[in-house]
């Protein structure tokens, strides 16, 4: 059965460092998103992807923020500058069917930022 | 801004025992509601998803049932498992999913 994959599955960086995570969508699937989930919060919706442009973001995906979809396969969230309050559980996920869609998610990278 | 609130928090309960999570929204303009599972430190298993049109969806011993008009969404779980202990999310879908905070069950053997 096809699958969204993440990685990597955990990342440590330093305060102020730029990271990128990366994510491999289900191959058909035309509809993407970033959400993360800090620990003991609510999973929390970044931002969508359609036709290589950003449909909707949220207040939390601010200039620091930016994703890409760099080839056919790859989906990428870069974090230009990382501080403390990013660290968190980043979900990717996809849609086959149109905006409304079911959307289906990958494993989640968690990201440290010491 | 859709709002989506769980109740209750926590359960506990005995094994075999029935399960009743409720969600509910404050935007009946949704696509589909979709119920996940997250064990501790982990992703997100989707369990169902109810589209709109739909009043109930089933899959096993789980059912979801929706009253998009009331904004409410119920999840049954029959016959209660240990293997059931695990965190039960909502989430409602207007183009992106917006979550509630989860319901955290414990079944007890």
């Known amino acids: 059965e096809p699958e969204v994959t993440q990685t990597p599955s955990h990342q440590v960086t330093q305060m102020g460092q730029e990271v990128i995570l990366r994510c491999v969508p289900i191959s058909n699937h035309l509809y993407f998103y970033w959400y993360r989930q800090i620990l003991g919060q609510k999973v929390e919706f970044l931002v969508s992807?359609?036709?290589?442009?950003?449909?909707?973001k949220s207040e939390i995906f601010d200039d620091q923020f930016s994703v890409e979809r760099p080839d056919g396969s790859n989906f990428t969230l870069k974090i230009r500058s990382t501080k403390l309050e990013d660290s968190a559980m980043y979900f990717c996920?996809?849609?086959?069917?149109?905006?409304?869609?079911?959307?289906?998610f990958g494993p989640g990278t968690r990201l440290t930022v010491t | 801004k859709q709002e989506v609130t769980q109740i209750p928090a926590a359960l506990s309960v005995p094994e075999g025992e029935n399960l009743v999570l409720n969600c509910s929204f404050t935007d009946s303009a949704i696509y589909n509601l979709q119920w996940f599972r997250q064990d501790p430190g982990k992703g997100l298993t989707s369990l169902l998803l109810?589209?709109?049109?739909?009043r109930e969806q089933t899959s096993g011993r789980l059912n979801a049932s929706l009253d998009k008009s009331s904004g409410r969404s119920t999840l049954y779980i029959a016959a209660s498992q240990p293997g059931d202990s695990a965190t039960y999310l909502c989430a409602v879908n207007d183009y992106k999913l917006s979550f509630g905070a989860g319901t955290t069950v414990t079944v007890r053997a």
């Open positions: 992807f359609y036709n290589n442009e950003i449909s909707e």
């Open positions: 109810i589209q709109s049109s739909q």
């Open positions: 996920a996809s849609n086959g069917n149109g905006q409304g869609g079911e959307q289906y």
